[in-house]
Structure formats: C-alpha cells, structure tokens
C-alpha cells in the first residue's frame, strides 16, 4: 500500500510518454499498473501550502493559502495581468519576477480542437502532455509573461483557449491544417509582436499510454466516494482512465490524502 498527498503527476517525454505519482516516500511509475486493478480511498486533505489539514479550495490549497500566496495570484490565469516588468508587486514581487520575467511560449495545441496557451518556456513539452495534446507547436518566444498574456488575447479571437476534457478523453479531435493554422496565429498578432515570431519551430508529437479510451466518460469523485477500485487502462493529460470508464483527474484533486493499493 501506497499513501501520500496528491500532486500533480510528473511526466517524462518517451513513446508512450511516462508518468510518475509522487507520494511521501514513492514514486510510482503509474504506467506499469496498466491492466492491472487499482484500489484508491480517500483518507484526508493537507493544503499543498502550510500542510494543514483544511479543506481544499481551489489548486490544492486551503482557502486561506490561495488568496495569500504568489504563485496562486491572478496573473497564472491571466498572464495579460503581470506586472513584474513593472516592478510592481501582486503579492510578492521578488516571486514574480522569478516566474514572469523569464522566456514564455505561445503555443497552439491539439487536443479535443485547436487551442491557443501560453508556458514558461522552460515548461515545454510538460505543459503540453498536462493538457492531453497530441500535437503541438511554439508560435512565439517572448521574454516575459505579460507578452505572452497580450498576445494569447489577440489570439483568442481566432482559437479557443480552452480544452474539451471529455472529448481529450475519448480521444476525439479535429483534424488540423497546421500551415493554415501557423500563418492565421501569425497574422492575427499585434504588429509589435511579430518580431518574437518561432523561426524554427518544429510540430511536436506526443503519444499516451492508452489501452482503452472511454466511449462515455464518468467523472470520480473520491472525496465524495471515499473510496474506488477500477482496472487502469490509460493515462492521459493528468487524467488516470479505468476500464468501467471512470476517469479521475489527479491535477483537480491535489491537496487530497489518499492510500493507494
């Protein structure tokens, strides 16, 4: 039996890509209970921040927490509102110009359709294996995320920015022109933008290591559950996929404390 918080699933690129659950004193490489019948129950929350067992608010943090602390600010949402290049402060100004003032990607991904993203740079290709994309492609480097955020607006009014989980899961996606998509993101972005263009951007193809993608898909909730037993046949974004199709989300539920057999 395995026992710890939940975090986010560490991820390495490979052929089908690898997947890693990090626990209090594991790592379990979760690809190799494919097939295989896992047990999970539900057993507690601990804030991801000060490590109290209070109730979870949003992105494993306490409510608390997630109002105070810098790197839950607006501004991971909403890049278009850094102000680091400002020098002004959201709620820690020394953070956020660790996070903000570094290179960052604006990116178009495939996963249920064509959206539009923005990451650090040095995020890529874990943001895009995070999001369940099949394919992906850097269209802009600019040195700071209040860049990223401008031109991600732009763009919005030709892509999404948003992922349909429900079909990433079943694995339903459009086919992409990505020619036609580059040059469209390409005209579409303010002329001062242009400048921090992707010269050599090469498309990047993810694999997931699925056997069975669900045909109708059945959210968990272990919190309310306590407790679930499934055959693993996927993983895919930060989605674990059963047989009965049952799919929990890892990423959603950080902060919870679960045992695992």
């Known amino acids: 039996m395995f026992k710890g918080v939940l975090k986010k699933m560490i991820t390495e690129m490979g052929a089908p890509i690898r997947y890693f659950l990090n626990l209090e004193n594991d790592f379990l490489e979760m690809n190799q209970f494919l097939d295989q019948k896992i047990k999970m129950e539900f057993t507690g929350t601990q804030c991801l921040s000060c490590h109290a067992s209070k109730p979870i608010f949003r992105q494993g943090f306490c ?3 997630f109002f105070e602390i810098p ?8 890049p278009e509102l850094s102000k680091a290049h400002l020098g002004e402060e959201d709620r820690d100004l020394e953070y956020e110009k660790k996070v903000q003032l570094q290179p960052h990607a604006v990116y178009l991904a495939l996963s ?4 539009v993203g ?3 740079k040095s995020q890529i290709p874990t943001r895009w294996i995070d999001q369940g994309a099949h394919q992906a492609v850097a269209i802009l480097e600019v040195p700071n995320r209040y860049l990223a955020g401008v031109a991600e607006v732009s763009l919005k009014e030709y892509f999404s920015d948003k992922t349909n989980w429900r079909k990433m899961l079943q694995n339903d996606h459009e086919e992409v022109s990505w020619q036609q998509a580059i040059n469209q993101s390409i005209d579409g972005l303010p002329k001062d933008l242009k ?9 990047t193809e993810i694999q ?5 993608y669900p045909e109708k898909v059945k959210s968990l909730n272990l919190e309310k559950e306590s407790s679930y037993t499934g055959v693993l046949k996927g993983i895919k974004g930060q989605y674990l996929i059963f047989e009965d199709q049952t799919v929990f989300n ?3 539920n950080e902060g919870l404390v679960v045992s695992i057999n």
């Not at 400048?195 to 498309?203: E, F, W």
């Not at 997931?208 to 069975?212: E, N």
């Open 63 to 65: 409510k608390s927490c």
């Open 71 to 78: 790197s839950a600010g607006d501004w991971v949402m909403r």
């Open 112 to 115: 249920s359709h064509l959206k």
């Open 118 to 120: 923005v990451t650090r």
């Open 195 to 203: 400048p921090y263009i992707t010269k050599d951007s090469q498309l």
């Open 208 to 212: 997931f290591p699925v056997l069975q």
């Open 250 to 252: 890892v990423r959603s």
